[in-house]
């Protein structure tokens, strides 16, 4: 029974994170940086790449932000230090960070920094993948949504 009220906050930060931002009024929305995506995918070599995606609220800032959200939702947590060797996503996913800290590490190298906020869409499904690490003193809590085909 406690799982599914953990799985209902959930959904409920997901909630705010994805609605309560275009809220804002025009004003405060123009002078706010702009959200940012990472979406890793695997590219014609066979490797992760990453591109960031800018969110689009629409013209004045206000409209609501469509996720491609399907069933299965999950909620992560990963103690400090923790380390996912090289590994691709289990299925396509966007992975938003509640709270912590944790990094993407690519194989050129590339380190994308994740914190509270972050929004990641992993699409890399095949070759080698990435390395994710949880960084600094506290647990990462992230929510896991996979993305539907339709």
Do not use: C
């Not at 938003?96 to 194989?107: D, M, N």
């Amino acid at each position: 029974m406690q799982a599914k009220w953990v799985w209902i906050a959930g959904v409920a930060a997901l909630g705010a994170s994805v609605y309560v931002y275009p809220a804002l009024s025009a004003q405060n929305a123009a002078k706010s940086s702009p959200v940012k995506m990472h979406r890793l995918y695997t590219g014609p070599d066979g490797q992760t790449h990453a591109e960031e995606i800018m969110v689009d609220f629409g013209p004045n800032g206000l409209q609501g932000f469509k996720l491609k959200a399907g069933a299965g939702a999950e909620i992560r947590r990963a103690p400090p230090g923790r380390v996912a060797d090289w590994h691709v996503a289990p299925r396509r996913q966007y992975v938003i960070t509640l709270s912590g800290r944790g990094e993407v590490e690519l194989i050129d190298g590339t380190k994308i920094e994740l914190g509270p906020g972050s929004i990641d869409l992993a699409e890399d499904l095949t070759g080698k993948g990435h390395i994710t690490r949880v960084v600094g003193n506290e647990e990462r809590i992230t929510l896991a949504i996979p993305v539907s085909d339709k």
